[in-house]
Each structure stands twice: as C-alpha cells, then as structure tokens.
C-alpha cells in the first residue's frame, strides 16, 4: 500500500501557485518522497525528489518539512496543462537501485482560467 | 531529452491469444520495470528486471507473464494467453543507479483490449 496520504482533488487559478500536500507520517530516514503526475492517462512523468533538503528545479519546488512527515510540491505558475492527477511517492533507496514506486490515488489538480 | 518508448501504442487482441508489448528504454538505463494501469484505477507494480533476470516482481506477475531483453536494446512483457482482465494500459520504465536517487522514468504506454 501507498506510505502517502494525499486530498482527492484541489482547484487552482491559472498563473497562480498550485501547493500540493503530502502526509507521510511513517517515512523512514532512507527513503526519498518522490512526486510524479499524470495527464490523462499518459504515463507518469517525473517532476522532483527529496530526502530532506528543499528541492527546486525547472518544473517545481518541494519542501519536506523538517520532522519528513509532510511534504508540499509547489507549482510556482500553474498553467491549464498542468492539469493532472499527481502523486506523492515514498520510496526506498537501498543503492540496490531497483526499488519500484507504489502508486496511491493521487491528488487530481484541476487549473482554471 | 532521452525518453522511453513503447510500441504498440494500442492493440487489440482475441482472449487466449498471446501478446508481446516492447519497450526500449533510456539508453544508459540498467534497471527495466513493467507497471500497468486498469481503466479508472491505479497505476500498479508488475515486474523489474536487471542484469538479466528479475529483480523484483508483484502478485499480479504470475506465470501467464514473462519479460526478456533479447538485445541489447528492447524489453519486452509476454502476455501468454490474455483474459479480458488483462485489458489495460501497460507501461515501461527504466532507471540507472545514482547517489541521488535512481529516478524512474516511465514510457507513454501501450493500451492492450482483450475481447
């Protein structure tokens, strides 16, 4: 099952900033929370990961708090095709590098104009 | 940017037929992954494979599923006789090992309907 608890959906107006939340009160100190979203039945596209450092790239933001139970993926400028369902995913890293990703309902984000 | 690719894209296919979805991953990638997606449900862990052989794999990969790498290049999931629950979206993914984390990156999918 999913280490995540995620809202079901949020509304957004477009050019504002999108702040999904994620729970992840159970997290242990070796996994990452990675955060990936899809569009309308595309596959999962990759957005950002974390272990306990804020992170920033060209897409978005996450801050994981300081405790790692919660963590907040941030879309600095939401746009109509942001539109998506997004999921928050904790995930071990063992350097094995085969650890898969369990997918849990995910939050469905919808911008509006 | 480097991409998973999936082919087919779509395929329809008769219940008790076999069915090979394939997959080339990212080039430099050492770990593959098959994952699917039911209509309306949640994207779902199938199988790894690494090194030849795999690495980890869910309850829904019973013996009716198989992968290969038979080059050096594709990956392919065997279907050996489809049932109508096995209609689904069915995605590849691949990753590479790293000191940050070993991100997933996950094809566009290939749709299969069992009839």
């Known amino acids: 099952d999913a280490k995540t608890t995620q809202p079901t959906s949020m509304d957004c107006a477009e050019g504002r900033a999108a702040n999904l939340p994620c729970n992840h009160s159970t997290i242990s100190g070796n996994e990452y929370v990675y955060w990936y979203r899809q569009i309308h039945s595309q596959g999962p596209q990759y957005i950002i990961h974390?272990?306990?450092n804020n992170e920033t790239n060209e897409m978005a933001s996450l801050i994981i708090t300081e405790d790692r139970k919660s963590s907040t993926l941030i879309l600095p400028h939401a746009t109509l095709r942001d539109t998506a369902v997004y999921y928050c995913?904790?995930?071990?890293?063992?350097?094995?590098?085969?650890?898969?990703?369990?997918f849990g309902k995910g939050t469905k984000l919808s911008v509006i104009p | 940017e480097p991409e998973v690719t999936q082919t087919p894209s779509h395929q329809v296919t008769q219940m008790g037929q076999e069915v090979i979805l394939r997959c080339v991953p990212i080039s430099n990638h050492l770990y593959f992954y098959w994952y699917r997606q039911i209509l309306g449900q949640k994207v779902e862990f199938l199988v790894s494979?690494?090194?030849?052989?795999?690495?980890?794999k869910s309850e829904i990969f019973d013996d009716q599923f198989s992968v290969e790498r038979p080059d050096g290049s594709n990956f392919t999931l065997k279907i050996r006789s489809t049932k109508l629950e096995d209609s689904a979206m069915y995605f590849c993914?691949?990753?590479?090992?790293?000191?940050?984390?070993?991100?997933?990156?996950f094809g566009e999918g290939s749709w299969l309907t069992v009839v």
């Open positions: 974390g272990l306990k």
């Open positions: 995913i904790v995930r071990g890293y063992s350097g094995a590098g085969s650890y898969q990703l369990t």
């Open positions: 494979f690494y090194n030849n052989e795999i690495s980890e």
């Open positions: 993914a691949s990753s590479e090992p790293g000191r940050s984390g070993n991100t997933i990156y």
